[in-house]
């Protein structure tokens, strides 16, 4: 079945760091790509998403691309805010009712 | 406007209680959604729901039934409360079930059984 795997967190980095959080996927098909944040006390907000080979989602600074060759959607930021703390879920959809499938999620600390 | 809201953000109740949590979405999405999140944050989607049919039901025990009585509401109706099921609840919808169709989610319910 389709899986999604991320970096296990929590990741700490310092205010203007480079943030670099590594997904890779398995799927049958070609699958619809997604990355999600969800802040403390709130859902899920849709990040930004990739529906085929060598797209590139971007969004309030985060871009993704997505590898076939590699099978990844690794998340990007040249430079992270405090703001950014939260916890970040990569994620595949291949249609159908299944919804999404997630991965378990990466916790962001941003120190000031 | 909220686009999805659950009630009530918090529950807590009695093991053996029975309990029910409210999801509506005003996108006119044709499939809404239930997800657990568990203590690690892992997300397991529990059922959907599209055009009044419910289309999956993975694995999750008889105990928890969904119920929608229109397509803009998915109820989700919990018997005999155990102490596993302590989590947060998502209620999220999609316009399609199209693979590029993203879900929309609410604020979650907070569900705690002592």
């Known amino acids: 079945g389709d899986s999604v795997t991320q970096m296990e967190g929590p990741v700490t980095l310092s205010e203007e760091a480079f943030l670099t959080i590594n997904c890779t996927y398995t799927a049958t098909g070609y699958p619809s790509l997604f990355w999600y944040v969800q802040y403390p006390g709130e859902g899920l907000q849709l990040l930004l998403k990739a529906t085929k080979a060598d797209d590139k989602g971007s969004n309030k600074g985060f871009e993704a691309t997505y590898r076939k060759e590699t099978t990844s959607f690794h998340l990007e930021k040249g430079s992270v805010q405090v703001s950014d703390s939260a916890v970040y879920f990569c994620?595949?959809?291949?249609?159908?009712?299944?919804?999404?499938?997630f991965g378990k999620g990466t916790h962001l600390i941003i120190q000031p | 406007d909220t686009a999805v809201s659950q009630t009530p953000k918090y529950l807590v109740t009695q093991m053996g209680n029975d309990k029910s949590i409210k999801c509506e979405q005003n996108l006119g999405h044709d499939t809404m959604y239930w997800y657990k999140q568990d203590s690690k944050k892992f997300l397991k989607i529990m059922f959907s729901?599209?055009?009044?049919?419910?289309?999956i039901n993975e694995t999750v025990p008889n105990r928890f039934s969904p119920k929608s009585p229109d397509k803009a509401h998915l109820n989700l109706h919990i018997n005999s409360l155990e102490l596993g099921d302590s989590a947060v609840y998502f209620c999220a919808s999609s316009q399609a079930q199209g693979q590029n169709s993203p879900l929309h989610f609410g604020n979650g319910t907070r569900l705690t059984v002592t």
């Open positions: 994620a595949l959809s291949e249609g159908g009712a299944d919804g999404l499938t």
């Open positions: 729901y599209n055009n009044k049919e419910l289309i």
